[in-house]
Structure formats: structure tokens, C-alpha cells
């Protein structure tokens, strides 16, 4: 909803599976993936769509909480970085807040039109 208010036109899929049969069917500008979901989990989705599009901007989210300093657990925000994601976004997040990481996946407002690589946007950005 706060994307088609934006402007954008989203499509959403219930998971990995409908998502990357829908990717190969059109194209898209962005690709925003939840880190838990049913099927295959968000981790193996964002490898997928790299092996497919090289190139397209990938943000993955998850309202998990996630490793800090002092808690020695998994960082799968690091995971998706380093298997190709442009950005993450923590939930909840706020309307700002996903527009802020759609448009940096985008790279609107970017010298030379370059996708920024946030690290993450949410819980208290």
C-alpha cells in the first residue's frame, strides 16, 4: 500500500517460490525480501535472484531481532550483505523508512545514478 500511495507499482507474492516465477515473467526495478517466510527463507531467495539478475537492487527485511555487540548469535542482516542484498530494513519499519530504502536501492538522488549500499534502515533511523 505504502509503495502504490508512492507512486510505485508492487507486486506482492505469499513466497520465495511465486516471487522468482514472477521475476522471470517481468521486470522489475527492485526486489524487496523478507529474511523468514514459508518455502525457501529469504537468504536462499536473495542468491536466487542474484544468479538471475546480477544487478538488481535487493532489500531484505525481518522483524527478527538481530545480533548485537554483546550477543554472539547470527546476523542475518550480514548474511544478506554478503550474498548480494543493497540494503535491509528492519521491522516495523515506517512509511519514511521504506521509501528512504527503496530510493537508495534505486539510487534516486545518487551521482551517476549508483545504488547506495545501506547497511540498515529501521529501529531508530
Request: charged share 20%; net charge neutral; hydrophobic share 45%.
Amino acid at each position: 500500500m505504502i509503495l502504490d500511495r508512492e507512486g510505485s507499482e508492487a507486486v506482492h507474492v505469499a513466497d520465495a517460490d511465486t516471487g522468482i516465477k514472477a521475476f522471470e515473467a517481468s521486470s522489475f526495478d527492485l526486489v524487496i525480501v523478507d529474511i523468514f517466510m514459508p518455502g525457501m527463507n529469504g537468504l536462499k531467495t536473495i542468491a536466487e535472484f542474484r544468479k538471475k539478475v546480477p544487478t538488481a537492487p535487493i532489500i531484505a527485511m525481518s522483524g527478527f531481532r538481530f545480533r548485537d555487540s554483546m550477543d554472539p548469535g547470527l546476523d542475518f542482516f550480514d548474511m544478506a550483505i554478503k550474498l548480494g542484498a543493497t540494503g535491509c530494513l528492519h521491522k516495523p519499519f515506517t512509511p519514511r523508512q521504506l521509501m528512504a530504502a527503496v530510493n537508495a536501492g534505486l539510487g534516486l538522488g545518487l551521482p551517476g545514478g549508483r545504488p547506495a549500499r545501506n547497511r540498515e534502515i529501521g529501529q531508530g533511523s
